[in-house]
């Protein structure tokens, strides 16, 4: 009986530090915070990635020094002061519209497929979360983004890799794109 005990003992204090490990590694581990300059924005992004520079494109961008063809981006655009996202459509109208506009316009030799579009709401602002296939003529690739609207400013921050690597670093991009937020 006594061994019963010790060995039961034994097993709940193993689980009970596999608990307390998960837990503390938390929803960010393996991620770095960005903040913008201005205050305005943060988000997380991949340890082990780096910032580069890109004229005439988005403001933001980080790559894997590994598989440098991942990346997350922030594109940040103008609009009406006055309008809410919604003002500018449905979360499928707005996915179609990035998708037919940025991702995969007439004549750039892509394709994408919206696969799924959700709302959400965090920190009094909503949000469209859109998730793409992107088929180029030599690879595929996934795509995931977050898009919203704040004082005049459309803000869509992306996650993208090779198709083959997607089921690795889902839910890894996922927690990127899921934690732009708002900060003023």
């Known amino acids: ?16 530090c596999v608990v307390m ?16 300059p201005d205050g305005r924005y943060a988000f997380l992004y991949p340890s082990g990635w780096t910032r580069v520079a890109v004229s005439g494109g988005p ?27 919604e003002q500018l459509g449905s979360v499928v109208a707005v996915g179609e519209r990035l998708r037919r506009d940025v991702i995969a316009p007439a004549g750039s030799g892509r394709d994408a497929e919206l696969v799924e579009a959700r709302e959400r709401e965090a920190s009094g602002h909503t949000f469209y979360d859109l998730e793409y296939a992107v ?15 704040d004082r005049g400013r459309l803000y869509t921050l992306a996650a993208s890799t090779n198709e083959l690597r997607w089921p ?12 732009f937020t708002l900060l003023i």
């Open 1 to 16: 009986m006594p061994s019963l005990l010790h060995s039961s003992l034994r097993l709940l204090m193993s689980l009970l």
């Open 21 to 36: 490990l998960t837990a503390c590694s938390g929803t960010a581990a393996g991620l770095n915070s960005f903040q913008s």
């Open 59 to 85: 403001q933001v961008v980080f790559h894997d020094l590994i598989n440098s063809d991942e990346t997350v981006s922030l594109v940040v655009s103008e609009v009406d002061a006055d309008d809410e996202l």
């Open 135 to 149: 088929h180029l003529q030599d690879r595929d690739r996934h795509e995931l983004a977050t898009v919203v609207v």
């Open 168 to 179: 690795k670093v889902k839910g890894l991009f996922e927690r990127v794109v899921n934690s």
